[in-house]
């Protein structure tokens, strides 16, 4: 894919004056399967030359994602073609993506097309700018592109490490900041410390031991930003998508009344809870 001299349909560009591509996605880790689950929505609106390279079978639209942690970069073709708007559901295998994951949604040329000249029109929804240039669109030239999405997940808040410091069989649970991170670190004794990587078919028994770390870690944030009477908390991104989870799932809300907000009952709700390895 690339990014030629074209006109291109975005939330940062005016080079079309006349419609719009609309896109949403979600991510969410299945410990059941394994796998990360992308389902993720595109809609282009309007009369103009992508509806109608797109309702021509000469455009295509495709999710891109990246994982900078496990080097992995891939665009995904939805299967449905000649369509304005489509949906799409994906499964990653878990060891091929770490948080913290961006994606983005594009419209691209179809690669297997050859390079389409176009006279650009009023018809062809454009900015008067571009209206009678001559474009050429290659296979895969990007025609449409959504901002990022970034997912950091819980895998991004809560991160395991090994303490040769610690006896037999124990772990210990802290919360580590810097102007740009918060994260709550689990350290555990090395021992412990392989099996909560590799637990085998004991899964379950990993999910409570890191539900109650998860749970400690909840508390000391809530003590430590004083979450009821600061919003200083709110600097830190990862806190903002944990406070958005919670809303969006009916559960307290991060500065909830300590009254209404167990930290317990709330990690529960947030499995399968995954964790970034140091």
Known sequence: M?????PILSPSSLDFARGSYTTDIALESSGERSAWV???????EGENLISKMLVDREAMFVTEICSPSTAYREAHPAEERGVTSTAQSLEIPNSLLSPPIWSRMLVV???AKSTKTVYLS?????????RGKKVEVHPGSVLAVSDFYRTSGMASLLRLSESKNLNQ????VDVMESAEDIYIEVQAHPSLFNWLKNPGEHIAHRQTILTCALAGGLD???ERYKVEESTDWTSHPVLRELDKYLKDNGLPALDSPETSFNSLEVATQLKPIEFDEQ
């Open 2 to 6: 690339s990014l030629a001299d074209l």
């Open 38 to 44: 992308v389902r993720a929505n595109h809609v282009i």
């Open 109 to 111: 040329a179809t690669p």
């Open 122 to 130: 009023e018809e062809s929804g454009t900015h008067e700018i571009w």
């Open 169 to 172: 069989g124990s772990l210990k």
């Open 220 to 222: 000391t944030i809530r």
